[in-house]
Nanobody
Framework: QVQLVESGGGLVQPGGSLRLSCTVS???????MAWYRQAPGKQRELVAR???????KYLDSVKGRFTISRDNVPGAVYLQMDSLKPEDTAVYYC????????WGQGTQVTVSS
């Protein structure tokens, strides 16, 4: 069973930056990967995804501010988040795309002054 461990979240002021990391047990070679987030009272949403040839796609509201990247061996996925806004506050999760794996514990990102 694949295990996902997200890290790098925290409290940051609007306009600040964070870099999230996700380690995956085993290689992610050949697997599309993604970051998702869930804000309080809202459904989980896809934030960014990256294909095996590193093509990327982003949620409209994060385009130009977030960058997803990956390392296949060992399996790791990253999310560089710049120019953070209060509406980016959420628990962030990584997983495969489309999601079929069990979720990890996520990492909390809070954007507040």
């Amino acid at each position: 069973q694949v295990q996902l461990v997200e890290s790098g979240g925290g409290l940051v002021q609007p306009g600040g930056s964070l870099r999230l990391s996700c380690t995956v047990s085993g290689t992610i070679f050949g697997i599309y990967m993604a970051w998702y987030r869930q804000a309080p009272g809202k459904q989980r949403e896809l934030v960014a995804r990256i294909t095996t040839d590193r093509s990327t796609k982003y949620l409209d509201s994060v385009k130009g501010r977030f960058t997803i990247s990956r390392d296949n061996v060992p399996g790791a996925v990253y999310l560089q988040m710049d120019s953070l806004k209060p509406e980016d506050t959420a628990v962030y999760y990584c997983s495969n795309y489309p999601n079929t794996w069990s979720w990890g514990q996520g990492t909390q990102v809070t954007v507040s002054s």
